[in-house]
Nanobody
Framework: QVQLVESGGGLVQPGGSLRLSCAAS????????MGWYRQAPGKQRELVAT???????TYALFVKGRFTISRDNAKNTVHLQMNSLNAEDTAVYYC?????????WGQGTQVTVPS
């Protein structure tokens, strides 16, 4: 089993920045994908960014160069640096770890950007 613990959410003014972090523990396959999804009220969960252990990245189009994902394979952590935040970024952000068998999710961390 894998456990994911997120941190770093909160309230930030438009144009501000936040850094989300996620630490994974448990039985982790060496080759995996870690990343972030988000879910706004009344909307489906959507991809934000992911990174493989080989450091291949995938970003949602709405990121538009504002967010940067990074990871530390030795520590099983993934981070999301979010800049130029706006009200449309308000959502619960979920950490994901995907191995060859299963998707594991964190409990989510709230990011709020007032309009």
């Amino acid at each position: 089993q894998v456990q994911l613990v997120e941190s770093g959410g909160g309230l930030v003014q438009p144009g501000g920045s936040l850094r989300l972090s996620c630490a994974a523990s448990g039985s982790i396959f060496a080759i995996n994908v870690m990343g972030w999804y988000r879910q706004a009220p009344g909307k489906q969960r959507e991809l934000v960014a992911t990174m493989t252990t080989g450091r291949t990245t995938t970003y949602a189009l709405f990121v538009k160069g504002r967010f940067t994902i990074s990871r530390d394979n030795a520590k099983n952590t993934v981070h999301l640096q979010m800049n130029s935040l706006n009200a449309e970024d308000t959502a619960v952000y979920y950490c994901l770890l995907r191995d060859r068998k299963t998707d594991y999710w964190g409990q989510g961390t709230q990011v709020t950007v007032p309009s």
